[in-house]
C-alpha cells in the first residue's frame, strides 16, 4: 500500500491520529506541559510528525492546512493543536 494513502491531510486529522496512537501517559505528558514548553516536544514528536505524515516527502496538503511552508513549522502547529485538544479534554483523562 502507498503510504501517502494513509497521510493525514489536515491538522484535525493529523491529531486525532496521534491522539489514537499515544499512550495515557504519553498524552499526561503532553498535557501537563505550558503553551511555552512545547518545544520541548518538537525534537522527538515532531521529528515523529514530520517522518510518518509524510511532511518531508509531498503531503502539500497537510502542509497546506498548517499554512506553514517549513514541514518543522507545520510540525509545531500539529504538536500544538494536539496539546490544545488535550487540554480541552483533560477532565476526561483524569
Aim: hydrophobic residues 35%; proline residues 4%; glycine residues 6%.
Amino acid at each position: 500500500m502507498d503510504d501517502k494513502k494513509r497521510w493525514p491531510t489536515t491538522t484535525d486529522e493529523a491529531v486525532g491520529v496521534l491522539l489514537a496512537l499515544l499512550t495515557d501517559e504519553e498524552k499526561a505528558v503532553i498535557t501537563g506541559k505550558t503553551r511555552d514548553q512545547l518545544g520541548d516536544l518538537h525534537p522527538a514528536l515532531g521529528t515523529w510528525i514530520r517522518s510518518h505524515f509524510g511532511l518531508w516527502q509531498d503531503n502539500s496538503t497537510l502542509l497546506e492546512s498548517t499554512r506553514e511552508r517549513h514541514p518543522d513549522d507545520a510540525a509545531g502547529v500539529i504538536i500544538a493543536a494536539l496539546w490544545q485538544r488535550l487540554q480541552e479534554e483533560r477532565p476526561k483523562i483524569h
